[in-house]
Each structure stands twice: as C-alpha cells, then as structure tokens.
C-alpha cells in the first residue's frame, strides 16, 4: 500500500514566489550589472560602528537573553521619541513594537486586522511584499492607480462610493516602491480623512521615508489620523542584517501583534536590538552618516536618470527619483520588458519587468531599475547595455 502523502494548508494555492527574489538568481552573474535588487549598498553601511556597538552590547550578558516580544525596552525609547518629532505628538512607548524587519510587522498585521475575504486596497503597481502578505490571509485585494503625486485618492473615494469597505488600504507613502512616486501632502491628508469617514485601517509602509535627496519627505500619513499605523525599518539606513523594523499603532493593535509574534518567535533578538539602540541614538553621527548615504544615492540616481534619458531619449519615461532607491521606466513604444530581460541579460544588465509588481495584469511595457549599489559610471554602462538589447 502506497503511504498517504499529508496536505499542505489552502491559504498556499494561488501563491508565488517573489519575482525579484527568483530573478535575483538567475542574474547572480559577476559580469551582469544588477538593476534588479532592492539592496541597500553594503560598501555604505557602517560595519566598523556596528562593530563597536555589538562589542559594547556584548559586555552585558542580558544581551544574550530573551527580552520582551515588543522589543527591548531601550530600542522602543528612541524609537518612541524619533516617531514623537516625525508625527508632531507624543508617542507612548505603548504604541511603539519592535519586529523582525517591517515585513514582519506587516505579516502579522495582516492576521491582526484581516479575515478571509476581507478587502483591502494596494497601489498597484504594487510592492510585492505587501501583496504576498495579503494573499496568505485570503484578503480581497484591489488595485489603485498610482501618478505622480502617489495614490490615486479620487479612484480610492470612486471606489468607496460604489460601496466598497476596505479593511485596510495600504501605501508606500514615500518614494514609493516600485513606483518611485511620494504622496503628495494634499492625497495624505485626503487618506487620512476618508478612513475616519468609512473606518478602515491604512498602513502606512515607509521604510525609505529618510532617504530624501532634495527636501524631505512630506509630514507622514499618521499625521493627520489615528486610523494609520506606520512602519518603518533602520534596513535602509543602518544595515538590513540588523532586522530591526518597528511599527507605531493604536495599543489595542500593538497587543493584537503581540499575542501573534509570541506564537512565531516570542521576540527579537535582544543583541540587534542594543545595536540598533546605540546608532540611532548617537544622533549626531547618525546625521552624518544619513547625509552621506542621501549624498551617494542622490548622486547615482541622477545619474541613472539621466543616461535613460539621454540614451533613449522619447522612447522612455521614468520617474525623477527624489529619494529612495528606485526609478520606475515605462517604454513610449510598447517594448514588452519581460521579452526583452534575456537579451538584457545576454548583454549583461538586469532590471525586474514591471509585470512582477501587477496587482492582476498590466505594466508590460514598463521596468524597475534599483540604483542604489552602483557608481555612476556602471549606471551610465548600465543603460548602455540596455540599449544594446533594445537594439537588437
């Protein structure tokens, strides 16, 4: 008799992997340069302060212990204290919860507030992470155009006036990924008032809201409503290895995670946690140090910027990149970037279709390019290689 192979549970059918995640490997090449990650540029990331933090949180053996599955308690502080001056109000320590990287945060917000068939409403093209989030609770999910001032809040109050009750509508506020836009202050204010109005939750990702070149980053969405809860990661401006991600919420939310993560992994670990703690609180070299990462990046996304367009001229169309680490390409003449990757490749440049980040279908023409772990120079290769697949 043959033995009875055991299921796997439901919510697995209909999920995929990450598109990026899985192109990652196939463009692993040392001779490709790999527009396609979302990295942070390790070579920028401050290994040797890192180093003295873990030595000095090594000298305290309660670094090696458990701590609090909301995080440890000096981490929430200074990150209470941060929020404070981002949102213009007090943050309590009790709407303050450390998690695993934001990702975290997000996964189990999506068991918190969601049930099966819940709706909730992305920006589409939308960030990848979040739709396989919603996916694996069995939400609805619908799909709000984005321009270039973010969020497309006039489809979004269309959408509710046909009767539609979002659970929870979701936005990468700044610098948005993979879109590359920054919600304008009007569209967040105007968010903020229709989820007081219907009751819904927003979710407000912003992990690269820091990483300003110009100006900085418009007063958060969470500003103006209590229905916000904001995310946000040190992934970006510290080092991802650190997982340190945090989420600012009402506290009824913050218990409703907690009870969660106490079944997935109790708590974070408490030695990232001290590392963390003493970067973000050495406020003036943290200054300097966020400055010079703006510099580099702010440097190589003009850079990227501007060889698309001159290379490629009217062909193309891509957003300006004031911030983060994206720009977003859409072809004027109907290049499908999907059937165009492996001459790409063959010519040694990677970028991710825009396909990948369809919340059904659509973006065929269009591309993500990541600028962040390249010098100027093999940016500007970088486009001439494209150019050359394009050719071809």
């Known amino acids: ?13 209909g999920l995929r992997s990450s598109a990026i995640r899985d192109l990652l490997k196939l463009t692993a090449r040392a001779d490709v340069i790999g527009l396609a990650g979302g990295l942070p540029d390790a070579e920028l990331m ?103 001032e973010g ?5 979004l109050t269309e959408l509710l006036a046909r009767g539609e009750r979002p659970a929870v509508v979701h936005t990468v506020s700044n610098f948005h990924n993979p879109g590359g836009v920054t919600m304008s202050p009007a569209r967040r204010r105007e968010l903020a008032g229709l989820a007081e109005r219907y009751g819904f939750w927003v979710i407000e990702d912003d992990p690269y809201g820091e990483l300003w070149f110009d100006e900085p980053s418009p007063e958060p969405v969470a500003f103006y409503s209590p229905n916000v809860i904001r995310l946000s990661s040190a992934s970006k401006i510290l080092a991802p290895t650190l997982r340190a991600g945090w989420m600012v919420a009402p506290d009824a939310v913050c218990r409703g995670v907690e009870l969660l993560k106490q079944g997935a992994d109790l708590c974070g670990s408490a030695l990232t946690q001290q590392i963390t703690t003493e970067l973000l ?13 703006r510099r580099c990046y702010g440097e190589r996304a003009q850079a990227l910027v501007g060889a698309l367009r001159d290379r490629l001229g009217d062909r193309i169309v891509s957003t300006d990149a004031t911030g983060g680490m994206f720009v977003w390409a859409d072809f004027t003449d109907g290049v499908d970037t999907a059937g165009l990757l492996p001459r790409a490749i063959d010519q040694g440049v990677a970028y991710v279709p825009g396909s990948a980040f369809a919340v059904t279908s659509g973006y065929r023409s269009s591309m993500r390019l990541c600028f962040t772990t390249f010098d100027a120079p093999t940016l500007r290769e970088a486009v001439d290689r494209l150019a050359s697949a394009i050719a071809e």
């Open 1 to 13: 008799m043959s033995p009875i192979t055991p299921p796997l549970a439901h919510r697995l059918d």
């Open 281 to 293: 609180a050495d406020e003036a070299w943290l200054s300097d140090h966020v400055d010079k990462v």
């Open 46 to 148: 401050p290994r040797d302060r890192i180093a003295l933090a873990a030595e000095s949180a090594l000298a305290d053996r309660a670094r090696l212990q458990y701590t609090e599955s909301a995080g440890w308690g000096p981490l929430r502080e200074v990150l209470a204290a941060r929020e404070s001056a981002r949102l213009g109000r007090p943050v309590p320590m009790a709407e303050v919860f450390v998690t695993h990287g934001s990702q975290q945060a997000l996964s189990l917000l999506g068991e918190v507030l969601l049930d099966p068939g819940a709706l909730v409403v992305v920006e589409d093209p939308a960030y990848v992470g979040a739709l396989q989030v919603f996916r694996a609770a069995g939400a609805r999910v619908v799909g709000i155009p984005l321009d270039v």
């Open 151 to 155: 969020m497309r809040i006039d489809a």
